[in-house]
């Protein structure tokens, strides 16, 4: 986790540098679809069709931090900082980067559940772990820490 930390420490620093008025961008990588564009479209057509009420957001949090473990690498805040030692390779979404949440569509989060983001530690949860309908329930927890 240390290696991690000096990199994000190191991306900060970065952006420090190329941001004429010291305002903090968010990361492009990050930024960058994960969906493959020829399934872009399919993925961005998926609704939840779970309204956003503290009911709900309450059960995506139960899986959030229970049965589907996101908080093992998302950590409990959101913020991607989990406790995985030895996690290598991208570091997990920070649920709270506003950017990040303007920058996806619902789908898209729902299509990562289901095939993970390929070649980082995010694997796929539906339908293992998590049906798609409290697949939703989570992404309705996830978007609450953006707001
Ligand atoms: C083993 C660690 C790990 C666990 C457990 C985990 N994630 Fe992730 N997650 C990651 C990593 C690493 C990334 C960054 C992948 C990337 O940059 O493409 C990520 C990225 C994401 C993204 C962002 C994808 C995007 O479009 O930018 C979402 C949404 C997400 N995770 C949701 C979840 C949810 C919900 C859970 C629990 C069901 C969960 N994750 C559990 C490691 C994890």
């Avoid at 305002?23 to 998926?46: F, G, H, I, T």
């Avoid at 569509?105 to 390929?118: C, Q, R, T």
Wanted: charged share 20%; hydrophobic share 40%; aromatic share 10%.
């Amino acid at each position: 986790m240390v290696g991690s930390k000096i990199r994000f420490l190191g991306f900060y620093l970065l952006c420090m540098g190329f941001c004429p008025l010291g305002v903090e961008a968010a990361d492009p990588e990050v930024l960058k679809p994960r969906v493959p564009s020829a399934q872009m479209e399919e993925a961005r057509s998926w609704k939840n069709p779970f309204p956003s009420t503290p009911e709900n957001i309450q059960i995506g949090k139960s899986f959030f931090h229970g049965k589907a473990f996101c908080k093992t690498c998302h950590g409990k805040d959101g913020k991607g900082m989990g406790d995985i030692p030895g996690l290598t390779g991208k570091l997990p979404r920070n649920f709270t980067d506003k950017d990040w949440h303007a920058a996806r569509m619902d789908g898209e989060l729902l299509w990562v559940l289901k095939n993970g983001s390929p070649g980082t530690a995010m694997v796929s949860f539906i339908p293992q772990i998590l049906t798609v309908d409290e697949a939703w329930h989570v992404i309705l927890y996830v978007r609450s820490f953006g707001k």
